[in-house]
């Protein structure tokens, strides 16, 4: 079985500071995993993934992930936000075995002027 | 097609009534996904299609709910009997063989049953 867990439902931060949206999952099996994001009135689109190999994952939009299987986190940074990033975001967990994507609830990032 | 696509984007529908949403998925993609999206809430996973193999069923609430796909091309998902708590966004995602390679997700069915 795989879970997610993202703890903060709604971040609000100004713009040009850092953000940190947190993610943990469970997973009995080598995990696999996203984030993707909903802007307003749009579809979900894949912001990054982690397979394999370097546990720090670029994305796009100056977005990063860092995967750290010790403590089952996946949180997703960063640096300096901008009003267009106000969007729902969704850490998400697959696995080796799996054919198919759990998905977390959802973190609202509010990105204030 | 150049993406996910889905129809209607819209549908208002009385309680009992039956609805079908379509989608189709970018051309090659052999795995294709549907998702419900409740208000407040994550994504919730009802059908998986790989290729000419048996769908994984697991995900689908209740037997008013069904789905089919011919080939690897246009998947249909039909709710009979349509009841308020139907009331979701429902989502379609394709995917080259597997998840592990990020889905591309359409923009969805918005359903609201009255």
């Known amino acids: 079985a795989q879970s997610v867990t993202q703890l903060d439902s709604q971040v609000p931060v100004f713009e040009e500071a850092p953000v940190e949206l947190r993610c943990n999952y469970s997973s009995s099996v080598s995990v696999y995993l996203f984030w993707y994001v909903q802007y307003p009135n749009q579809g979900l689109q894949l912001l990054l993934k982690?397979?394999?190999?370097?546990?720090l994952v670029k994305g796009i939009n100056g977005f990063e992930a860092e995967f750290n299987k010790s403590q089952t986190s996946f949180h997703l940074r960063k640096p300096s936000v901008h009003i267009s990033d106000t969007a729902e975001y969704f850490c998400?967990?697959?696995?080796?075995?799996?054919?198919?994507?759990?998905f977390g609830i959802g973190t609202k990032l509010q990105v204030i002027p | 097609g150049a993406g996910v696509s889905q129809s209607p984007s819209n549908k208002v529908t009385e309680k009992g009534k039956d609805v079908e949403l379509r989608c189709d998925p970018i051309s090659g993609h052999t795995a294709l996904y549907w998702y419900r999206q409740r208000l407040g809430q994550g994504l919730e996973f009802l059908i998986y299609?790989?290729?000419?193999?048996?769908?994984?069923k697991s995900g689908l609430p209740s037997d008013r709910f069904s789905a089919e796909r011919t080939g690897e091309s246009v998947s249909t998902l039909t709710i009979q009997r349509t009841q308020q708590e139907d009331s979701a966004v429902y989502l379609c995602a394709s995917s080259p063989e597997t998840a592990n390679y990020g889905y591309t997700f359409g923009s969805g069915t918005r359903l609201t049953v009255v």
């Open positions: 299609f790989q290729g000419n193999s048996a769908p994984d």
């Open positions: 982690y397979l394999s190999g370097s546990t």
């Open positions: 998400a967990v697959s696995g080796q075995g799996y054919q198919k994507v759990t």
